[in-house]
Nanobody, 127 residues
Framework: QVQLVESGGGLAQPGGSLRLSCAAS????????IGWFRQAPGKEREGVSY????????YYAASVKGRFTISRDNAKNTVYLQMNSLKPEDTAVYSC????????????????????WGQGTQVTVSS
């Protein structure tokens, strides 16, 4: 049974940092790429970041580029999202998802590509 479990969410002040973790079981990060997504109340789900199983290539949404960093530890079967310089508009439920392969260039941050999803963790940025 595949499980993706997020952790590390919480309350942060503007300008602060949080590190999210996505622990995978039932699948290997050697063969599955991971994406991070977020959804704020009343808004559509947004792709935030992606890391490839094949070559560690990464992609970021323009809204987080330069502030967020995705990484993975295959030995722990875990992917991380380091979030720095947080802004109130980063407030959302963050979820990780796994994909065996992306069907086309530019689709790395499309939620429709993904096979498995975690339950999500709340991130709130507020003073």
């Amino acid at each position: 049974q595949v499980q993706l479990v997020e952790s590390g969410g919480g309350l942060a002040q503007p300008g602060g940092s949080l590190r999210l973790s996505c622990a995978a079981s039932g699948l290997s990060l050697d063969y599955y790429s991971i994406g991070w997504f977020r959804q704020a109340p009343g808004k559509e789900r947004e792709g935030v970041s992606y890391i490839s199983s094949a070559d560690d290539s990464t992609y970021y949404a323009a809204s987080v580029k330069g502030r967020f960093t995705i990484s993975r530890d295959n030995a722990k079967n875990t992917v991380y999202l380091q979030m720095n310089s947080l802004k109130p508009e980063d407030t959302a439920v963050y979820s990780c998802a796994a994909v065996g392969y992306v069907t086309g260039w530019g689709k790395e941050l499309s939620p429709y590509e993904y096979d498995y999803w975690g339950q999500g963790t709340q991130v709130t940025v507020s003073s």
